[in-house]
């Protein structure tokens, strides 16, 4: 029977062998990249990114191996599936196309024996048409003023991935337009939203599958309260991206437009979809947002038909393998040398560990150890001065960094100790990636760095709409095809789900305390109802 996941391939004793190997002194890091044409040799271009991972704990042997695992795994015949619309998500019976959102060729995608791109480029449209008419001020609130700020109303893949494109594009911005983000149920979100807006020149964009969500719901309901206190009509003043037929798609609450998600797009996956595509719009404009979306599919065509010798996200997912499940390592930090890029490690987090965080393979199989690694990470040099001495002599962690090549703002070229900002920000980005590596042995054990810590390169030309579509795209084909390598379903997650359930019932229980205040808690254990008896008003101990 062929293999679909990592333990039962053939080589996976070798692999298992190559590790110990590695643990050898004559392969410190230091060694490995004092090799001719280290870099040469593991290094590429692909999908308009560079990728250097010469300072990674391999070599050409334990390479070939990990190569070995494509064709054992049908590691990119499973993507091509993928892309071309199977039903890959086998718990949930769903097709996964996030690839589609960003489809401009002519070629039909089926689904059920249905054509699914004509609805897709109908949304497009509808994003664009919207988009400009907000803009030019075509579209108003209930009082006639030009919208100028606009709130997303929406939780986890709701509006992390959009976070992370807007920030890394601010610079690109409609400087007419400030986009906000509503996601904390927590009131501190929602009071410095409200401080923050003009009420009569804020658009809502209320972004929710199913339209169920309760955090999403809760700030939707104190959104329609503050614009009623406020005098404004709620519907001309928000729009709702949701699933066909949801209670967010409801004629009976009208709305200036509603927008249309589609099952066969996760929401951590959606940032390409309507879920990122009605913001980034607004705020940059939709021939921007449609350069971001060429600039994924272009990384998505790289994945799909690369070989993988030189298929950069299939190789990061090789080596985010050989490291995690091999040489041990349970974290993974991503460090973008390039502060618009500061919110891409909480999008990767959430896209990384809610689709690879799992105890059981896609046949139902336990796992043991489960899948999953942790992914954080902070801009450098922020982070050097945060969290790198762990990097450099406690716990060690592979990195991501990341490099552009030329930033936003040229004009500024004041030189310190001889260098502009950017070239020292560079300078920094080399001098962590070797220190890292090659390490600093001293008698002084606090003084002693033992380096050989695992690193790989990334460098962007710069921070424009396709790199960052490109960007955007890589981390997401890394992080299915992990999933693949580990054998297990990348796109279901119902790890969120029992938290739900359980907050289901004690917010009942507080809703019966709201309306009747000698209400006794039922069905709480004894240390959640201390809790909720100190919400309302008694001391905890």
Known sequence: MKPYRLEQVTIHPQLQQ???????PEFHLRRLIA???????????????VMDYSRQRLDERT?????????????????????????????EKRAVLHTAARDFTETPIRVDGQDVMPEIRRVREQMKQFSAQVRSGAITGSTGKPFRHVVVIGIGGSYLGTEFVSTAL?????????????????????????????????????ISKSYTTAETAANTHQA?????????????????????GSPGDDPSHPVLQTFHMFDFIGGRYSVTSAVGGVPLSLLLGYDRFEAFLQGAAEMDRHALEAPVTHNLPLIAAL??????????????????????????????QQLNMESNGKAADIRGNPLD???????????????????????HQGRAFPIDFIGVRTPHYTQYDARSKGVTNHQELWANLLAQASALAVGHPSEDRARHFDGNRPSSTLVLEDLGPLNVGRLLSFYEA???????????????????????????????????????PEHTFQGVDPISTAYLEMLFGKDLV
């Not at 329609?224 to 001309?236: I, S, V």
């Not at 349970?330 to 909480?346: D, E, G, R, T, V």
């Not at 999933?483 to 009942?508: C, H, P, T």
């Open 478 to 516: 890394r992080t299915v095809y992990e999933g693949f390598i580990w054998g297990i379903n990348s796109f279901d997650q119902f790890g969120v789900e029992l938290g739900k359930v359980l907050a289901d019932g004690l917010r009942a229980q507080m809703a019966q305390r709201n309306d009747r």
């Open 224 to 244: 329609e309260q503050f614009m009623r206190d406020q005098g404004l009509d709620p519907a001309k003043h928000t729009v709702t991206v949701t699933s066909k």
């Open 369 to 391: 150890p489960p899948a999953g690694v942790v992914i954080f990470g902070e801009p450098g040099t922020n982070a050097q001065h945060s969290f790198f001495q762990l990097a």
């Open 170 to 206: 601010a610079a690109l911005g409609d400087k007419q337009i400030t986009l906000h983000y509503l996601a904390n149920v927590d009131i501190h979100n929602f009071g410095a939203v409200a401080a923050a807006i003009d009420p009569e020149t804020t658009l809502w964009v209320v």
């Open 319 to 348: 080596l985010s393998v050989w490291n995690t499940s091999y040489l041990g390592y349970p974290q993974q930090a991503i460090i973008p040398y390039a502060s618009p890029l500061a919110k891409l490690a909480p999008h990767v």
């Open 35 to 49: 090799g001719p044409e280290r870099l040469k040799q593991y290094s590429d271009k692909g999908g308009g990114l």
């Open 63 to 91: 390479r070939d191996l990990l190569f070995m695992l494509d064709e054992e795994l049908a590691l990119r015949r499973q993507f091509a599936a993928m892309c071309a619309g199977e039903k890959i998500n086998r718990t």
């Open 18 to 24: 190559e590790a110990q190997r590695m643990q050898r």
